[in-house]
């Protein structure tokens, strides 16, 4: 698509998520690879396809980048860095999810974080069951040579990369700047299409810290931006304010959700995203309920009770 850019197209067995782009940026005689893709049955072969289309090999790469720690972008990193022999560079926030001593069985943890936000133990215990026979999705032990921080360059063939702190999505994302070019690595911070997801339980208020996100990248009057997932796109000023439209939108459903009675987090999250809650999507949207009753809360608008389950309601 660009002189010394190639979009890695991997595929992805997860629901709603069919793949995510891996970008290849030619540096030297190699290559920085950024994100790249889950670790599964099947996936070094897929990543090893998309490089030989590029015109390389996995040996190529000099340096792996992950803008955020979720499997589907930082799966493979231990097995490419071994067989490549080269770094990889991640922000320090990822040990949040790596380096958590109170969670002993993250299944357990989670089935435990469910009951408590009311989800129904059937469907619960059958979700429990399809998770126990998933790998994790990550091969081997994620580890970092080098913190992924604002002040860290990347030089490639393309130019010098900047990194930018974009937290929100996952409290250790970044998105990776190319001013002359006016260049956009922007992980899962901004997609091709609109499509919001935030970690909960690593930092205070993952929405409020996705909206300030979304005014720095504001500000940096890029031009292309290289998604995670779906297609490149140019406007990236439409798809802020896209974003923080549909922000608005579901915390506006949330309130009217919390207005009628106290509910728990499962049943907010019916009442917001009606037929589009499934079994096979409950996890998902469950933990973005989660994440707009969190901002509500450091917005002083809502509350939980000490109950178990919880219910909340507006303050």
Known sequence: MLPGVW????????????????????????????????????????????????GFRVEDVRLVLITHAHIDHCGQAPAIAA???????????????????????????????????????????????????????????????????????????????????????????????????????????LLGRVSLYFDVGYTPDPVGEFLHSLDVVAGLDARLALAGHARPFTDIEGHVEANRDLVARRLDAVRAALQACPCTPYEVARAVYGGAFTEEMASWLLTKTRAWLTHLDALGEASADDESPERWTLD
Do not use: Y
């Not at 790249?36 to 990543?47: F, I, K, P, Q, Y």
């Open 83 to 189: 067989r490549a022999g080269c770094e990889v560079w991640i922000h320090p926030a990822f040990r949040l999810h790596t380096g958590r001593d109170d969670v002993d069985d993250p299944l357990e943890h989670a089935v435990e974080a469910a009951l408590q936000s009311g989800v129904p133990k059937a469907p619960l215990r059958r979700w429990a069951e399809r998770r126990k026979g998933l790998g994790s999705g990550q091969a081997g032990t994620l580890a970092s040579d080098r913190d992924l921080l604002p002040g860290v360059e990347i030089e490639t063939d393309v130019g010098t990369w900047q990194v930018v702190e974009t937290p929100g999505h996952a409290p250790s994302h970044v998105c990776l700047h190319q001013p002359e070019r006016r260049l956009l690595i922007s992980g899962d911070h």
């Open 7 to 54: 979009r890695l197209r991997l595929p992805l067995q997860l629901p709603g998520v069919p793949h995510c782009n891996a970008w290849a940026l030619k540096a030297g005689d190699g290559l920085v690879l950024v994100d790249t893709g889950m670790h599964e049955r099947g996936s070094m072969a897929d990543l090893e396809r998309a490089l030989f289309q590029a």
